[in-house]
C-alpha cells in the first residue's frame, strides 16, 4: 500500500507511506542500500545522467523511502535526509544566506543553533539578530531591507513560549524574507508548519522519528518555492545520511503515532499534577491551561509532545543539582524523544531577550513510556532534595 492520501487517519499513514512493498518483490520493508557507485548502462546515459539514480550522495531507495514519508506528513514538496538535527538547521542557513544578509533568530532557539549563528555566520558576514518569542505580527518592525530569514522554533527550546507563527510567517513574506521553523517539539503529527506559512520545516529525526536514543538524523522539509535552492545545495554540500540510520527512522517512524501519543498523555498527567506539588514554582508546558500561550497553541496544534520544564521555588544552582542527583528513574542526558525519561539543568545566560524572569533554577524533563505513577516517585524525590539543600 504506498498511497500517501491526507485522508487517512495519522497511524495508518505512518504505517503505510514511504515505499510501496510491491517494488520490492513484496517485502513491506524497503531494502537497506549502501550506495557510493551507480552503474550506467552506456555512455549516453552517464553523459545525459538520464536515470533516476546516479551516484550515492544524491539519494537511494533508502533514503528516498523516508524523504517519501516524511513529504506525506508534511505536505512539502521535498525533503532531504541529512545525518544530524544540527545539520538539519545549518543546510538551510547555508542555502538561503549570504554575505551581507540579515537573519533574525528567535532567542530561545535551541543553543547549537545559536552558536552556528553567532560563530559560522557571522565569521560568513551574516548580520544575526535575535528576537523575543512573543513579538508575533511585530517582528515587521525587526525586518530589514537585507532581512533574507526568519528562524523561528515553537515551543520555545526549554521556556517553550508558543509563537504566533502564520503572524510572523506573513510579516516575513510582505518584504520577501523565508521563514524557517524547528519544529522538532511537535513534529508533524501535532503541527505542520507549511500550513502556517513556514517555507521551509526542519525535525531532529534523532528525537520522536527515531525513538529509540540510539540514531542521529535530520530532515529538512521545503514548500514548491524553496525546494530547487534547499535541494541543489545539499547536493553541493555532500551532507548524505547513512544507509543504516535512515533505515532505522523509517522503521522508528511506523510506531511514531502511538509512541507520542504515549508520551504525550504521560506528560500532561505529570505536567497536571505538578503543578500542585511544593517546591515548584511553574510547569512550563503549553498545553496547560495555566501556561500564558495556552490559547495560541491551542489555536495552531493538534496536540503535545513528551518535553516540558519546571521552575522550583526558590533557590539556585545548589538545589537544582539536588533534584538531578536525586533522580533514579531519570537519566541525565541530552537530548529527548527516546523510550527513557530525563532530565537536565536549564542554562539561560545565553540569551539576550528571553531571560525571564523566573521564581528558581529551571529543570527540563522528558517523560518518557514508563508508567506515570514511578516516574511521579521519582520527581518526588528530586523535589525533597532541593528542599533540604
Request: hydrophobic residues 40%.
Amino acid at each position: 500500500m504506498a498511497t500517501d492520501g491526507n485522508e487517512m487517519g495519522i497511524n495508518t499513514r505512518l504505517a503505510h507511506s514511504g515505499n510501496n512493498p510491491h517494488d520490492y518483490f513484496g517485502f513491506v520493508n524497503p531494502p537497506i542500500v549502501h550506495a557510493s557507485t551507480v552503474l550506467y548502462p552506456n555512455a549516453s546515459a552517464m553523459a545525459a545522467r538520464s536515470q533516476k539514480y546516479t551516484y550515492g550522495t544524491r539519494g537511494t531507495p533508502t533514503t528516498d523511502a523516508l524523504a517519501h514519508a516524511i513529504d506525506a506528513l508534511e505536505g512539502s514538496a521535498g525533503t532531504i535526509i541529512v545525518p544530524s538535527g544540527l545539520a538539519a538547521v545549518t543546510v538551510p542557513l547555508l542555502a538561503f544566506l549570504s554575505a551581507g544578509d540579515h537573519i533574525l533568530i528567535v532567542d530561545s532557539v535551541y543553543h547549537p543553533t545559536r552558536n552556528f549563528a553567532d560563530t559560522m555566520l557571522k565569521r560568513l558576514g551574516v548580520e544575526v539578530e535575535y528576537y523575543a518569542p512573543h513579538a508575533g505580527a511585530g517582528i515587521a518592525s525587526l525586518i530589514k531591507p537585507n532581512t533574507k530569514v526568519v528562524f523561528t522554533e515553537s515551543p520555545a527550546s526549554n521556556t517553550f513560549e508558543v509563537q504566533d507563527v502564520p503572524a510572523i510567517a506573513k510579516a516575513a513574506h510582505e518584504t520577501g524574507a523565508i521563514v524557517m521553523m524547528d519544529n522538532t517539539w511537535a513534529t508533524p503529527l501535532y503541527f505542520r508548519p507549511l500550513d502556517h506559512g513556514v517555507d521551509i520545516s526542519i525535525h531532529a529525526a534523532t528525537k520522536y522519528p527515531a525513538g529509540h536514543s540510539d540514531v542521529l538524523l535530520g530532515t529538512v522539509s521545503a514548500n514548491a518555492n524553496c525546494w530547487k535552492q534547499l535541494c541543489e545545495t545539499f547536493y553541493t554540500m555532500g551532507c548524505c545520511a547513512g544507509p543504516d540510520d535512515v533505515y532505522q527512522v523509517l522503521r522508528g517512524l511506523r510506531t511514531m503515532g502511538v509512541r507520542l501519543d504515549h508520551h504525550q498523555k504521560s506528560a500532561l498527567a505529570i505536567a497536571v499534577w505538578l503543578e500542585g506539588q511544593p517546591g515548584v514554582a511553574r510547569v512550563l508546558h503549553p498545553a496547560l491551561p495555566s501556561h500564558p500561550d495556552h490559547a495560541v497553541w491551542k489555536r495552531d496544534f493538534s496536540g503535545s509532545s513528551g518535553i516540558f520544564s519546571i521552575v522550583l521555588k526558590g533557590g539556585g544552582q545548589r538545589q537544582q543539582h539536588a533534584f538531578l542527583d536525586a533522580l533514579k528513574i531519570f537519566g541525565l542526558g541530552y537530548s529527548w524523544g527516546g523510550y527513557e525519561s530525563l532530565a537536565v539543568p536549564v542554562f539561560l545566560g545565553d540569551r539576550t531577550v528571553a531571560k525571564g524572569p523566573y521564581d528558581g533554577p529551571l529543570i527540563r524533563l522528558q517523560i518518557g513510556l514508563e508508567d506515570v505513577e514511578d516516574l511521579m516517585a521519582d520527581i518526588l524525590r528530586g523535589l525533597e532534595a532541593a528542599a533540604a539543600a
